[in-house]
């Protein structure tokens, strides 16, 4: 067992397996499904089963993204993640599934949020003054990327390259690009990329941050941070946690 | 048709900080004391326990702790000509909710104020002239001076067993504590947390200038604890989880854990929760609180609180918009500058910058809420301000609080937002990164204040606060003169790599975290046409009604509240005690 191994995992396992039987088709990776889609897969069934098995368990599959939605946020996460000698990419390591769960859930619903008209346009500083939920512009964002992609390489995002990736994500970061219910560049900034960063860092009980692999880059330690005398011991030297660290998982 | 019910003596609005060292002294005098809170009892909830605690996202990032803004948020205009909005979040502080109040979730850094930030106008007259005070800084003394509050400072100091150095005992400078430090009759009751490597940085680039850093005051335990009540305090741990949580290891000093466990047994008290306040119910001539209306959050009923004393214990703001729809005193007016309800609204300015060292490991994840060194020369009037165009300033620190990874990855200006040069630069940098910080006062300006919201209601139908607030030229001036010395401590410090400080000014942004330090709105004095409450926390206008919390705060000092809040609301107790004894206006 590795150190990322938890020790409740083969109760875990045993859920998540005996739920992957009644949830496989859902629990296809989309990326997977746009190619059924396409039609450029099917006729291997062994790679078909190579790549069901390759899916860690039933945490996939999404429960907000449409098909469409998923392609562009993978591939926008993807691409912001990107595959090195540090991790895997983005949607790897979560993020997509992370946004998703997020979205899906009490903050995409706006559970806490104040929603009573009158609706105005505000400053910048005066912060979201939308009618809609969190998850309900998030989609109206993910439909204007769609448009500018199109509009400019006359593809989607998930057909684009790296460059056209990066070049994309530069103009819809820092500019409105046209005129629009809200600026495409809030979005990015106060919606897309702080769901972003909280899926790459959150603790892994939410989707993203698998296998605590961006815990570990950075060399945060995660759980149960007691550090009394660590604070002395370690003053200045590298902690040893941070090379494993641990989740709320790995204490449930 | 709301429900009578039976009366109490003694009804409490919010169940925080003051309510819980009001109900400390009261209930064991044989008073009986109802507080009503409405937001929930935390006790038993995952947000204490492991390992849900450590839950950045749920605590930290969405703010679990904190009040939800669709059950009370304000709205803001950055000047009186214009229409506010409302916060839809509340990000740039984050009111309490819940028994213990933003005192559950605070970070326990705990100071005392100035001794002439209780007689600022006169001070600065004294000091400086009364032309160095612009018109529209409308600044006022207290009605009380620091020899009036020392004792409590102690006695609250000793409740929460706050860890530091003392800097001056009876006058007696002492080596290692702050040489800026009012004096104090006792040294701390615990010696200072473990300083962390960043702490050493800051204090050998300190020692360097010739400044004297010294131990910020914490209410994070340094050893186990036992307080004057009986009540104890386990050991700090540095797990870096204090602001927005609460502590599962009873470390940190909070109502819940020190004040309320004390008097909840006893048949004089009672605590309901999910209570929420509506109105304060003044008799026909105006002159005495008669009763209370609250809603229960569960079932929406509501039901009227008869009581023969009542003390306001919410949040500052709550305070405020409390009075002005229970039409208590006279709405402050910006352009007349007469009333006093909702006047002298006032904030924290603060800034901050980072710093990289490739060969040290700061360990910025091993951290406490009040862990750090900090240099006082620069807050308040520490420093000779001729000349210099501003009043007041900030203490620098190099606090480590935390290394939760969604919100503290430092990184060096220029890194690309994504990519693998991104993610390159968060690993190599977040564990040999620091930050400084400058945490400054902020005066009051007359077009700074509280009023009820036109357009915006609650869920009860009844007016959100409008808060009226922006930086002015005080607060810019003040925060770049600061930064500059902030920035050659960077400099000492010998980083390789140093951020920009950015300079707080307008507008102010609701976005961005800044301090849950909101002050003023029903402040204290001794004249009743310039202040909501008497120097005894007295309403001038109900009799039978007291104020507390950092609502009664005439301006915000350098230093975080906790510290004065605290003092003022032991002192209010005895105070509410003698008032029992022969109920009158208090001299």
């Known amino acids: 067992m590795s150190p990322d191994e938890p020790q409740g995992l083969s109760r875990r396992s045993l859920l998540t397996s005996a739920g992957a039987l009644g949830v496989g088709v859902l629990a296809a990776p989309v990326g ?3 190619a059924r889609q396409a039609g450029d897969t099917g006729e291997n069934a062994e790679a078909q089963q190579a790549a069901d098995a390759a899916q860690p368990d039933a945490v996939d599959g999404y429960q907000s993204l449409s098909l469409d939605d998923a392609a562009i ?66 989609k109206a964002g993910l439909r204007q990327v769609a ?15 790296t460059d056209q990736l990066e070049e994309l994500l530069h103009v819809i970061s820092q500019a409105p690009p046209q005129p629009a219910a809200f600026a495409l560049n809030t979005w990015f900034n106060e919606l897309f990329y702080p769901l972003f960063v909280r899926g790459a860092f959150a603790d892994p009980i939410y989707g993203g941050n698998r296998g605590k692999q961006a815990w570990r880059m950075i060399g945060y330690p995660g759980l149960p941070a007691t550090y009394a005398t660590d604070i002395v011991t370690w003053r200045g030297r590298r902690h040893p946690a941070s090379d494993s660290p641990m989740s709320i998982q790995d204490f449930s | 048709m709301a429900t009578r019910l039976p009366e109490k003596e003694i009804v409490v609005i919010g169940g925080g900080l003051t309510a819980g060292l009001v109900a400390r002294k009261l209930v064991p005098a044989g008073r009986e004391v109802l507080v009503l809170e409405r937001g929930p009892d935390w006790s038993g909830s995952a947000v204490g326990e492991l390992p849900h605690q450590r839950d950045e996202l749920r605590w930290a990032t969405y703010r679990g702790m904190t009040r939800r803004e ?49 007689v600022l106008r006169q001070h600065l007259t004294e000091r400086y002239g009364a032309k160095s005070i612009p018109d529209g800084m409308t600044i006022q003394d207290w009605g009380l001076t620091y020899r009036d509050l020392q004792p409590y400072y102690e006695e609250f100091e000793a409740l929460f067993g706050i860890a530091g150095k003392a800097g001056n005992l009876r006058g007696v400078r002492q080596a290692g504590g702050n040489p800026f430090e009012p004096w104090r009759a006792t040294e701390y009751p615990l010696p200072p947390l473990e300083m962390s490597e960043a702490s050493q940085i800051f204090k050998d680039a300190t020692g360097q200038l010739g400044y004297e850093a010294f131990p910020l ?28 949580f609460t502590c599962e290891a009873n470390a940190k000093a909070t109502p819940a854990s020190l004040l309320f466990p004390l008097v909840r047994s006893r048949p004089n008290f009672e605590l309901r929760a999910g209570a929420e306040v509506i109105r304060l119910n003044t008799t026909a001539d105006g002159t005495r609180l008669e009763s209370v209306s609250y809603v229960d959050v569960a079932t929406g009923q509501e039901f009227i609180q008869p009581g023969s004393l009542f003390v306001l214990c919410s949040y500052t703001l709550s305070n405020v918009r409390l009075l002005l729809l229970s039409k208590i005193g006279t709405p402050y007016d910006p352009v007349t500058r007469t009333g006093t309800v909702g006047k002298n609204y006032c904030y924290q300015v603060t800034s901050g910058l980072n710093m990289f060292f490739p060969d040290r490991y700061i360990n910025p994840f091993m ?50 937002r994504w990519g693998s040069a991104w993610k390159k630069a968060n690993a190599d940098w977040y564990l040999r990164s620091m930050g400084l910080s400058v945490h400054g006062s902020n005066y009051a300006n007359a077009r700074n204040y509280m009023d009820l919201d036109p357009d915006y209601k609650d869920q009860w139908g009844r007016p959100l ?123």
């Not at chain 2, 309490?96 to 930030?117: I, P």
């Open chain 2, 465 to 587: 606060l409008r808060i009226t607030f922006d930086f002015d030229d005080n607060d810019a001036l003040m925060c770049r003169y600061v930064n500059g010395k902030m920035e050659e401590i960077a400099a000492a410090a010998g980083a390789k790599i140093v951020g920009k400080a950015s300079v707080r000014k307008s507008p102010y942004d609701t976005r961005q975290y800044q301090s849950t330090h909101n002050t003023g709105g029903t402040i204290m004095g001794s004249d009743p046409g310039s202040s909501v409450v008497s120097p005894h926390l007295q309403s001038w206008d109900v009799e039978n009604l007291f104020i507390s919390g950092a609502s009664v705060f005439p301006q915000n000092s350098g230093y975080n509240p906790t510290g004065p809040v605290g003092a003022l609301g032991l002192r209010l107790a005895e105070d509410l005690l003698s008032y029992l004894s022969g109920p009158r206006r208090l001299g």
């Open chain 1, 147 to 161: 448009e500018v992609s199109a509009q400019r390489y006359a593809a989607p995002p998930d057909r684009l390259t």
């Open chain 2, 217 to 244: 005051p914490a209410a994070n335990a340094s050893q186990p604890y036992r307080n004057p009540d009986g009540m104890q305090l386990g050991q700090c741990q540095y797990c870096g989880h204090c602001e927005r």
């Open chain 2, 367 to 416: 951290g406490a809420g009040a862990l750090g060194f900090v240099i006082d020369d620069f807050n308040n009037d520490n420093f000779d301000h001729t000349g210099l165009g501003f009043h007041g300033g900030g203490y620098i620190s190099a606090t480590q609080t935390n290394g939760r990874p969604i919100d503290t990855r430092r990184l060096p200006p220029g890194t690309p």
């Open chain 2, 70 to 118: 669709n059950v009370e948020t304000y709205t803001l205009r950055h000047s009186p000509d214009e229409e506010a909005l409302p916060m839809r979040q509340l990000l740039s502080f984050l009111p309490g909710f819940g028994v213990g109040g933003a005192a559950q979730h605070w970070n326990g850094q705990t100071w005392r104020f100035s001794e002439s930030d209780y």
């Open chain 1, 32 to 34: 997977l499904a746009r």
């Open chain 1, 73 to 138: 946020v993978e591939a926008l996460v993807g691409h912001m993640w990107p595959a090195d000698d540090l991790s895997p990419d983005g949607v790897a390591l979560g993020i997509a599934t992370f946004i998703d769960r997020q979205l899906a859930g009490a903050y995409g619903q706006g559970d806490r949020l104040y929603l009573s008209g009158p609706f105005r346009q505000g400053k910048p500083e005066h912060g979201y003054q939308l009618a809609c939920t969190p998850e309900q512009y998030f």
